[in-house]
């Protein structure tokens, strides 16, 4: 397959992108609320959360790093506490990158701007080969752009209804559920699994710490937590593999 075939728009493809990721994007927009006015909130001008919103575009980073501003916290422990919440990112690039290796790098670095958690998951498991194939682009795109506008949408109606909304309506909570629901269906292997048990485990442990550096060492942890099970499990069936083909020597 050319190059020019592999990235031509495919409307069927994008409409499947969209009607795949279409049940989150409710989830998706209520966090953005809840973001958006959290931004407010934390005393952050409108013209602030708006470029926040729109050049950061990353909701945990963004919660994690608002605390850290109000108390007026080092510039190198908010930018830390947000690099490594995003570090997930990474990984998520890691295993595109096969994938669309043949696209410019412009338009590569576009799809990875408006990438996110739940469009990235639900891409990889429609796609786990990273061959190239007619119509990836156009899924992926139509998995992207809605979740993105989603974000986008609820975010800056957070941010214009901040100070109208009543703290004892609880969006924080109804944002988290919100997210809970979407992501528990995808915690659907033992890494992944074990990575959210302990990183749980541990943001409740170290609740206490300055800076909310509890939630960054929970993110640490966490992921450790998963990449190492994963490893253990690569090994253990690759033992297996070699013990039975040698028992059919």
């Known amino acids: 397959m050319s190059d020019q075939d592999f990235a031509t728009h495919d409307p069927a493809a994008w409409r499947d992108g969209f009607r795949t990721g279409l049940p989150t994007l409710f989830g998706i927009g209520a966090w953005g609320v809840v973001v958006g006015v959290a931004m407010i909130k934390s005393g952050l001008s409108i013209p602030q959360a708006l470029g926040m919103t729109l050049l950061v575009f990353a909701g945990s980073a963004q919660l994690a790093a608002l605390p850290l501003i ?19 990112f990474v990984i998520f690039s890691v295993l595109l990158a096969p994938h669309f290796a043949s696209l410019p790098w412009h338009k590569r670095l576009g799809l990875g701007f408006v990438s996110g958690d739940i469009s990235v ?45 009543p703290t004892e309506w609880g969006l924080g909570f109804a944002g988290t559920l ?50 190492v099970v994963e490893e253990t499990g690569d090994r253990r069936r690759a033992k297996r593999k070699e ?7």
């Open 178 to 227: 919100a997210i809970v629901c979407i992501l528990v269906p995808m915690v659907a292997s033992m890494p992944a699994l074990c990575g959210v048990l302990v990183a749980a485990a541990v943001s409740v442990l170290a609740a206490d710490l300055p800076y909310k550096l509890g939630l960054l060492a929970a993110v640490v942890v966490g992921m450790v937590t998963a990449m």
């Open 243 to 249: 013990n039975g083909e040698a028992n059919h020597v």
């Open 70 to 88: 109000a108390a007026n916290a080092p510039i190198w422990v908010i930018f830390v506490t947000a690099l490594v919440i995003n570090l997930r």
């Open 121 to 165: 998951a639900l891409y990889l498991q429609r796609y786990p080969d990273p061959e190239p194939a007619p119509g990836k682009v156009s899924f992926l795109k139509g998995l992207l752009y809605p979740n993105c506008a989603a974000w986008q949408i609820g975010s800056i109606i957070g941010i214009f209804l901040g100070n109208a909304v």
